[in-house]
């Protein structure tokens, strides 16, 4: 017998006694305590009633590079790892967003080269971004950006550079980031990771202007 059913049968066993000490005891205090009886089984019971489902972790995204083909392979997965174990969302939105902590990465993929999001990635306070929203003295955003290559997240090269791929999808840009490159990152050591980047005027002004 399951212990579902066991409280079932307790809870039945609780509604009865109550039903008996209403119909059969005349004793105001008992009766109240009687009716109790009642209403908790009764409420027990529906509880146990409603369908079970085991409480489990949320799955965790794998980065099969066997599977990875195209550039747009690495952005599909960049994009599951983003809404997922890099738990991105949980700070960032994708559009204007009054609930967003933290900065807005619409566009983000046009507008920084790969190897500067990569830093911000791992190395989060590199730059300091001051939030200009609220019309008064600019404070740093409240919400301070995580290593994501350490724990708790702890992504891989491969997932960060897949994740990169996503934004730079996402914002209608050309992906930079090469299956071959990913792949043969994944058997070299930490710090020898290649990476296509794509390099334009833009993008340096960009990461000229956030470096002061």
């Avoid at 509604?15 to 008992?30: A, E, H």
């Avoid at 960060?160 to 730079?168: D, E, G, H, K, N």
């Avoid at 050309?174 to 993008?203: G, T």
Wanted: hydrophobic share 45%; glycine share 6%.
């Amino acid at each position: 017998m399951s212990e579902v059913a066991l409280l079932q049968i307790i809870g039945l066993c609780v509604v009865g006694t109550g039903l008996l000490i209403l119909l059969f005891i005349k004793g105001m205090f008992l009766r109240v305590l009687g009716f109790v009886a009642m209403v908790l089984g009764t409420f027990s019971l529906i509880a146990l009633s409603v369908p079970q489902m085991a409480s489990l972790p949320p799955a965790i995204e794998t980065f099969d590079l066997a599977e990875v083909k195209s550039p747009d392979d690495l952005a599909a997965i960049g994009q599951k790892i983003f809404f997922s174990k890099g738990q991105c969302a949980l700070c960032h939105s994708i559009g204007p967003s009054e609930s967003s902590r933290c900065p807005d990465l619409n566009g983000i993929g046009a507008k920084l080269a790969p190897d500067f999001i990569y830093e911000s990635l791992t190395q989060p306070q590199a730059y300091i971004y001051l939030d200009f929203r609220h019309g008064t003295k600019p404070e740093e955003y409240p919400a301070r950006m995580p290593h994501i290559d350490k724990d708790p997240i702890g992504l891989t090269k491969p997932e960060i550079y897949s994740v990169i791929a996503f934004l730079q999808k996402m914002s209608g840009e050309p992906i930079s980031i090469k299956v071959e490159d990913i792949m043969e990152s994944a058997q070299e050591p930490a710090d020898s990771l290649k990476v296509a980047l794509v390099s334009s005027p833009l993008k340096s002004q960009m990461q000229n202007l956030a470096a002061h």
